[in-house]
């Protein structure tokens, strides 16, 4: 939990409101696993201690999916921040930034490909309409 919190401090505790339901969910699951800790030591049996041993297993999983992907969105954020303060750099220094496009032989096949779809489907149009007036007047 304490990484869970370490992240959300860094993302200003702003996250989703799906992954806020998710770290919710697993403060509930601290607390149910609290409650079957309780209930183990009054009263040990093999149920309680597998039922306790599931509720810990779901919880660190639960722990690492959510740590995983705070560090996703903690990354992402990263990212674009740097890529805001570089472009924002390049305006205030008078540089325009561009990116070269270099034109593949891919895309020319993708283009002739688009237009000779566009042609074919013109002409089916104007030969199924054309039967099916030829049809209509039979």
Request: charged share 30%; aromatic share 4%; net charge negative.
């Amino acid at each position: 939990m304490e990484k869970i919190n370490e992240l959300l401090g860094k993302l200003d505790n702003k996250v989703n409101a799906s992954m806020a339901k998710r770290i919710d969910g697993l403060n509930q699951l601290y607390v149910r696993m609290e409650k079957a800790k309780a209930e183990h030591t009054a009263n040990p049996t093999e149920e309680s201690q597998s039922s306790l041993d599931e509720i810990e297993s779901f919880i660190d999983d639960s722990t690492d999916d959510i740590v995983e992907r705070l560090e996703i969105i903690l990354e992402a954020k990263e990212i674009a921040k740097a890529s805001a303060l570089a472009e924002q750099d390049g305006k205030v220094k008078g540089n325009v930034v561009t990116s070269v496009v270099t034109p593949n032989a891919d895309d020319k096949d993708k283009k002739s490909y688009g237009w000779l779809g566009f042609v074919a489907g013109a002409v089916l149009l104007v030969v199924s309409v054309g039967a099916i007036n030829i049809l209509n007047k039979k």
